[in-house]
Structures are given as structure tokens and as C-alpha cells.
């Protein structure tokens, strides 16, 4: 007999991209923010100290194209963007949205930077 995996509810896709000191361009782990590359840890950490990192599942990502808004990560299903991060608000997040089922919506990235998505289709050569 087979041990059954359920598939997570819910995939936090943290961007751990870190621009080399001197760079121009903002990125989500700053070399002078420490605490910014202790979010992923923080995620992580705080999903099995509250019982549910199996139905749960953080992903690092590379950069999610919303640097100025960093340190940001995805939320899906939703398609929701958490921008300007800290331990403090992830952890509302985790008690509110991926617990509670309600989106934070005072750190979701405002819509004139995200927007409604584009379908591959509709731009398809």
C-alpha cells in the first residue's frame, strides 16, 4: 500500500535575490539589512512551529520582478504579492491569510504595480 502525500494548500514563494553591494538596482535581501535574509528562515520556522508545514510549502525563488517593492513574496493559489516584509508581517500573514483564509490587505502591492495578468495567448507569436 501506497503512503499518500497530500498537495499543499497553499505555496509562499519568498524572493531571495541579492543585488552585490554598490548596485543600483533595490533587491528583496539586502547586504545592508541582515534581518532581510532571515526571512526565508523565518517562514519556514514559524509554518512547523505552528503545525502545518505539510500543507504548506515555501519555495526560494530567484527575482519576482517587483524589486522596489522588496522584500516581496507570492502567495498562491491567489496570486497574492506581500510587499515591504518583515518577520512581524509574515507572521500576520500566516495567522490571517494562509491560517485565517482573509488576504492582509495593507501589504499586498498596490495595483498599479501588479495589475491583472497577462495570458500567454493573448501575446503569443
Known sequence: MLNSVNQPAFFIFKCQQSAPPGMPKPSCVKA???ETAELFQHIAQSLMMKGIIGT???VQTGCLSRCGQGPVMLVEPGHTMYVGLTKEKIDRIIEEHI????VVQEYVIPD????EPVAPASIAR
Not at 498599479?112 to 495589475?115: A, P, Q, R, S, T
Open 32 to 34: 545592508d539589512a541582515p
Open 56 to 58: 504548506v510549502t515555501p
Open 99 to 102: 491560517i485565517g483564509g482573509n
Open 112 to 115: 498599479e504595480l501588479w495589475g
